[in-house]
């Protein structure tokens, strides 16, 4: 679809089926679990993916992908492949699976970009959930898998219930926890977080890292409350280091070393690095989008350099 024919401020607002309450997030039971892993933004990245399966194999542990695992992934090969291998596992939907289903095709990526993001980094997103949505056309089965997926999903880690979102606590690709938000939150997003009726949030959708807590005397609930945005699975998300990154929350401490963490009622919750093959992963990319394209312009320069957060940007308040 060209931009003539995109629906107004596509990118930047969000359709109304997008909008739901903390308060309905509240209501499923949980599915209880030993060892959690929480991965968000994979964003179609193949050799992520075979790291994550790696990660569940050698603990036996249990997998939610929140979101956005689709993006780079324009060929019918690939789309199919990730696509197949991601739902065997519990899955939520993002704003690129929500619009990747839609029909008729509605032109734009859901991001609800905030306006700090630049209005070319709009058009290159519109322009890439185009392409993709062109080759999730010729697979209607998985459409239609990814459209019945849920928005939310709540697990419950020894006596701690752990709400799964992709977004934020009112939208599904809501920015009220990201970075930048989290860092100084308002009263709305603490009532908000609260009302979740859950002592862990872990959601991502704003594709940069952060992880807090927020003490039980400024939510106003009964235990301190812990929020993780694991950022990308499937790209860098720090200056000093090229690892996608995933959430881990646990009855048990992490084997292997971790980025951060925190432990809240003896239940431990870690970022986790995921150390993709890169040079495959930035030759696979480059073959799908060369120089000049959409992807390449958006992201070409994070994926081989990395991102402008450091580990002091996304560690706050009781993550060590």
Known sequence: MNKATE????????????????????????????????????YGNPFALKEVEKLLEDEN???IFNGDFNWFNCSDRDFVSLNETVLKHDCIRGNVETELARRPFGGGCGCGYPASVSD????????????????????????????????SKRYQVGDSTVQVIHGDCRSLAGWSL???????????????IAACNAQIIACTHTCEPIATTLKSAVTGTQKDIAVINNGAAGMPNFSHDLFGMVTRISTRAAPTATVYGTELDGVYIDAIALRYDQNAFLQWFLEHWPAGTPAYQSYFTRLSNGAKTTLTDARGIGFT
């Open 120 to 151: 070319n980094v709009v058009d290159w997103s519109n322009s890439i959930i185009a392409r993709l949505n062109t080759t999730a056309s010729n697979h209607q089965l998985l459409q239609a898998d990814l459209q019945v997926l849920p928005v």
């Open 7 to 42: 629906a107004p401020d596509s990118g930047r607002v969000c359709p109304l089926d997008y909008r739901y309450t903390p308060a309905a997030l509240a209501l499923p039971p949980a599915t209880a679990a030993d060892t959690l892993y929480v991965v968000g933004g994979l």
């Open 178 to 192: 990201s970075r930048e938000n989290l860092s100084n939150p308002d009263t709305g997003t603490i009532k908000d």
């Open 61 to 63: 542990a249990q997998c």
